[in-house]
């Protein structure tokens, strides 16, 4: 019991982090997606080459949630360690492109018919909510594995992942479903 007040603890040093950043990320995102740098003056290219790109590092965060929980699961928590770090900054890259792009473009309108633009829009929204939901999730189980805690941090883990892998996964459809519409 005792470690689990000491990391406990640990972890409450982080709280006010998670509770910042788990607002003003999504916060920042939304006023950022509605400012056009050519709205302040700003002649920049469109930067249209983005998408793919930050579509392809959706589904290399995918393939890396996966190989890490592989790697726990085999006793490798070093390189499980690893590639959680490196998965949390393929996200960070992702919202980066992700912003730049939709501060030098427009967005662009899914021109699908029928039953496919259900199922786009349910793909869309429900990846929305999940990468803001996700953040917190992501921050606890990450404070609660560099703080030792890792029964916690395994009981989160089985919470975070699937919504990680989620949001990852339909990152990328979004992008193939949507790319045949894109203005180049």
């Known amino acids: 019991m005792g470690d689990t007040i000491n990391s406990g603890n640990a972890e409450s040093k982080y709280n006010k982090w ?29 930067l249209s080459f983005l998408p793919p790109i930050y579509a392809a590092v959706n589904g290399l965060t995918a393939i890396v949630l996966v190989t890490a929980v592989w790697a726990i699961k085999n006793g490798k ?10 998965a949390i900054s393929l996200s960070v890259a992702f919202l980066a492109m992700y912003v730049a792009y939709h501060m030098t473009s ?32 992501v921050l606890i189980t990450y ?17 975070t992942y699937p919504m990680w892998l989620y ?18």
């Not at 805690?149 to 395994?154: C, D, P, Q, V």
């Open 167 to 184: 949001v990852a996964v339909t990152g990328v459809i979004v992008y193939l479903m949507i790319s045949p519409y894109y203005i180049h």
């Open 18 to 46: 998670i509770v910042v950043l788990s607002i003003a990320i999504p916060l920042v995102v939304a006023l950022l997606f509605g400012f056009k740098l050519k709205d302040f003056g700003y002649n920049v290219e469109p």
């Open 143 to 159: 404070v609660r594995a560099i703080t030792s805690s890792f029964e916690r941090h395994k009981k989160i883990a089985r919470i």
């Open 106 to 137: 427009d967005s662009t309108k899914f021109g699908g018919e029928g039953a496919v633009i259900y199922i786009y829009y349910f793909i869309l929204i429900t990846h929305i909510i999940l990468s803001v939901i996700i953040i917190p999730f």
């Open 77 to 86: 928590q070093k390189l499980h360690e690893n590639l959680m770090k490196f």
